[in-house]
């Protein structure tokens, strides 16, 4: 039987971060994505995943289809996700802001990051901070930065003093490869 | 955490979200055809969640599905195909951990001074694995393990374990080698840190979900301190201690942890040729062997159930892993494997083919290597139990005390606490039946092998006799041809001993009466000191420290500072601590300054007792003293000189004209024949006394007089630039407090 650890009530009350991210695969047509929960000490509790394909075709738009192929994904994980998170954490580069600020609504704050030196278009909705240590990044928060003591907040921190902002991404896709390797497909 | 409420829902979709409309919609006019299906979702467990596995997993479908977009076409494989697949056993996580180290830098963080070439050479960290795939193993399981936390991440500073203090980074490289080898010899010098670095591996083991059980086996006078330093680097783990009667022990075996610890001895007890004998129920994640040494005798009893327990990984720490013979290198090689349940434990020739070996598996750090990343001292706090016959000794002696102090009633005096205090520290020291010694065990050990690297080391005590002290120390460490510098030896005594300690490189050892050797030597030759029991006066401390850590100093200085467990020691260190208070000058054969420090309650809680009303200062009646300034200043000298006679002192007054500075000399020989005598001057001043005073009386006392001290008397207390002048010099000042508690 495993045994609780000894901290477990305090990392238990910050809830989880969910970060999302979505892949374009090299063929042009396929998107991955992944939901991944994970705690405020970057312990992993949940992974979802799924794949869309899109048609190789003239018909729409390239930026049109990723932005439909984003939303469909982005839909098919929040429909899975079992846990509700305290955050999205998403990258401003991957996730349009119209995602989260028109089309699906979410009551929990979203996070998309961006780093400093890249233009990023931004809705006049979404509110911007920005962080300067361990490297500099915008947050650009929607539908707004979370209360300084509220839980999300302490999240956030928490996360961004562990070096935890940006590296769950990794591991995402770390994830969505293995998931998606020819030995398991 | 909360689960999603199918009837409030977290996440909508608007409303008025359009769909996608094709470029050229008025020709081609092509609807949108979804084919769904249920995406993958894995629920990493936790183990906090008390799951019946903490690393096994639930997926709810086995095989993600896809959402399609028509025209449907096939499914491209092009995200690169040669991800990192994990290998091993189902139920292990053997492989997995070399999966995980493979994306881990286990290398990068190398820093200058460290030997990396060797390392590599012997070591070959695995970070460039490109392993098959094995569909024994589950998606889920795989997805488990990879999505784990990076170990360099978890061993940041700034990473989200939050660590008692910053692993310097050879500990680092030290951490990522044990996470990524199963098997490892972790030989680095002595003081470079192995229990720590082995704590930080078992932490990022526990935290990665790798690890359920480890087994951790250490000297009997090393418990306490493991456990302390597992409580302090690793506080989330749970500690199960195995040690005491053969009742508790079964107990402590079957009690849930992450850590088991426990000693050689009780290993050779408990593990049995039973299949089922706790340390054999189970197959042990990892098993640490500390002071590996211990096992170099193979025919040893001890030495064949180390190897018998069934493991996963094996870390032996020791930093004398060859001492005489190379049987005993191929012993402790031996337990330097994995074995799984029912196996036999390997066995070694000293041959070249087990010098190959022990090449491959030992990982050996000098502190010439590293020195550049070490700070110039390094302070280690040393816990220990104390022998069984001084526990014995000790209990008693607390026992009687504390009936002693009963049996006074409300006539009992703080200084009959204090002197109970010292009697039990002289016990910390050695047991007065048996003269055994904990500490000097736990140094003999030390000093064994640091002499093997040439070093030497200081010894401090503020006992000086030969049952408790210094003489005691230095006649049970003959073997490394001691020198004594106390304060009872003449002035060119001292220089013979000081210049045959720097000169004559035999002398391995130098012990030290803190009062006397506490100032102005210079001894760089010692990189090591000890001290054998506490001033709990950080700046005596220091003072004494910086004896070795000095200009010239070319190694860096370790500290040892020992407290025995469950004793005064610990408690009033517990005290100190809690109160996070600096001390000037504490309890020590002068006995007065530690009820400037402590309160009666706090002196008297130390014995479970309450402080008698008499004893306990008090605010309100301290205004109820004489107006000392009206007194003259032959009736305060005499007031002050009843205060101590009442409290046992035999006082002399000086005569008026020929004093020097000092009104009165007190003298009283406490319990166990210590001599302490005062050389006080008593200013009966309206206003504070400032340092020309202090000054006058350091001029004039007497140098080198151990168990002696200079005191200043003056109820209207101190100019702060006297406080610092006396506290510099070791001077004692009574203020209004002070005589308040005398004349209670």
Not at chain 2, 534 to 540: D, E, G, I, L
Request: charged share 25%; aromatic share 6%.
């Amino acid at each position: 039987m495993p045994v609780p650890f000894r901290d477990a009530d305090e990392i238990e009350e910050l809830g989880s971060a969910a970060y999302l991210k979505v892949v374009a695969v090299e063929d042009g047509v396929t998107y991955r994505g992944a939901l991944f929960l994970v705690n405020a000490r970057g312990e992993p509790l949940e992974f979802t995943y799924n794949s869309i394909e899109t048609p190789n075709t003239y018909l729409w738009r390239k930026e049109d289809i990723r932005r439909h192929a984003t939303r469909k994904l982005t839909t098919s994980l929040l429909s899975t996700c079992q846990k509700v998170p305290k955050l999205v954490i998403c990258l401003a580069d991957e996730i349009d802001h119209t995602l989260f600020c028109n089309e699906i609504h979410l009551s929990i704050p979203i996070c998309r990051v961006a780093y400093v030196n890249e233009a990023t278009p931004h809705s006049p909705s979404e509110v911007q901070t920005t962080i300067e240590d361990p490297q500099p990044v915008h947050l650009f928060w929607f539908p707004g930065k979370p209360a300084d003591e509220s839980t999300e907040h302490r999240l956030i921190n928490r996360l961004v003093t562990s070096g935890l902002l940006l590296e769950p991404f990794n591991r995402a896709i770390i994830g969505i490869k293995e998931v998606y390797s020819p030995s398991t497909t | 955490m909360s689960v999603t409420n199918a009837k409030e829902p977290w996440w909508t979709i608007s409303a008025d979200t359009e769909e996608l409309h094709p470029r050229w919609s008025g020709i081609f006019h092509r609807n949108l055809i979804l084919k769904a299906s249920r995406p993958g979702l894995l629920t990493i467990p936790q183990v906090r969640s008390k799951i019946s596995k903490c690393v096994d997993c639930n997926v709810l479908t086995d095989q993600p599905a896809v959402l399609l977009i028509e025209p449907e076409t096939p499914v491209p494989q092009v995200i690169p195909s040669n991800s990192i697949v994990p290998v091993g056993d189902e139920g292990g996580s053997v492989a997995l951990a070399n999966v995980l180290a493979a994306e881990e830098p286990t290398t990068t963080s190398i820093s200058e001074g460290i030997p990396t070439e060797n390392l590599q050479k012997s070591l070959k960290p695995p970070r460039t694995l490109n392993v098959l795939p094995d569909q024994r193993m589950s998606l889920a399981k795989r997805l488990a393990y990879l999505l784990q936390p990076p170990t360099n991440i978890l061993a940041s500073a700034l990473g989200p374990l939050e660590w008692h203090a910053t692993l310097f980074p050879y500990q680092q490289e030290g951490v990522h080698i044990l996470l990524s080898q199963n098997v490892l010899l972790l030989a680095d010098d002595m003081g470079l840190g192995k229990t720590i670095q082995a704590i930080a591996a078992l932490r990022i083991l526990a935290v990665q979900h790798r690890m359920e059980a480890a087994l951790v086996i250490v000297r009997a006078s090393l418990l306490v301190q493991w456990r302390k330093e597992l409580r302090t680097w690793s506080p989330e783990l749970r500690i199960s201690t195995v040690h005491g009667t053969a009742t508790e022990r079964a107990y402590q075996w079957m009690a849930p942890a992450h850590v088991y610890l426990t000693t050689y001895e009780t290993l050779r007890s408990d593990l049995t040729n039973n299949p089922v004998s706790p340390p054999r129920r189970r197959t042990w994640d990892v098993v640490i062997l500390d002071e590996a040494q211990q096992i170099k005798n193979p025919n040893a009893e001890v030495s064949r159930k180390c190897k018998l327990l069934p493991r996963k990984r094996a870390w032996a720490l020791t930093g004398t892993p060859l001492e005489n013979r190379l049987d005993d290198l191929a012993s402790i090689l031996e337990f330097v494997a994995p074995l799984r349940d029912g196996e036999t434990p390997i066995r070694f020739q000293p041959n070249a083919a087990m010098l190959e070996k022990h090449k491959q598996l030992q990982l050996r750090r000098k502190k010439s290597e590293v020195m550049k990343q070490l700070p110039p001292k390094t302070t280690s706090r040393v816990d220990l139990s104390l022998t069984d016959s001084q526990m014995e000794s000790y209990k008693k002696a607390e026992e009687q005390g504390i009936l002693q102090l009963r049996g006074m009633g409300e006539e009992v005096r703080i200084e009959s606490v204090l002197e109970l205090i010292l009697r039990l520290k002289q016990i910390c020291n050695f047991c007065p039946k048996t003269g055994q010694s904990a500490k000097l065990d736990d140094i003999r050990e030390r000093l064994s092998t640091l002499v093997s690297e040439e070093h030497r080391a200081l010894i401090f005590s503020q006992f000086v006799d030969k049952q408790f002290g210094v003489a005691a120390v230095a006649d049970a460490l003959k073997e490394f041809a001691p020198l004594i510098y106390t304060g009872s030896l003449t002035s060119s005594k001292r220089n013979d001993v000081i210049q045959a300690f720097k000169n004559d490189i035999s002398h391995k050892v130098l012990v030290i009466s803190l009062r006397a050797g506490g100032l102005g030597l210079n001894l760089q030759e010692a990189s090591y000191v000890f001290h054998f029991d506490r001033w709990w006066n950080p700046a005596a401390e220091n003072q004494a420290e910086s004896r070795a850590d000095r200009i010239g100093q070319t190694r860096p200085v370790h500290v040892y500072k020992y407290v025995c467990e469950g004793t005064i020691e610990e408690r009033i260190e517990q005290i100190l601590s809690e109160k996070q208070m600096l001390f000037d000058e504490i309890v020590d054969d002068v006995s007065i300054d530690l009820k400037t420090r402590l309160t009666a309650k706090e002196l008297f809680g130390l014995f479970g007792l309450s402080a008698p009303s008499k004893a306990k200062p008090s605010s309100k009646n301290s205004t109820a003293l004489p107006d000392y300034t009206t007194m003259s200043g032959i009736e305060f000298e005499q007031y002050v000189k009843n205060l101590l006679e009442r409290k046992g002192w035999t006082v002399e007054t000086t005569p008026p004209t020929r004093d020097g500075g000092i009104d009165l000399i007190a003298n009283r020989t406490v319990e166990m024949g210590v001599d302490i005598k005062l050389y006080i001057q008593c200013k009966n001043h309206a206003s504070p006394v400032g340092v020309e005073t202090i000054r006058q009386l350091n001029g004039v006392l007497p140098k080198h007089q151990p168990g002696s001290r200079g005191v200043v008397v003056c109820p209207s207390g101190f100019s702060a630039d006297a406080r610092v002048f006396a506290n510099d010099r070791e001077i004692l000042l009574w203020e209004r407090q002070q005589l308040f508690d005398m004349s209670g």
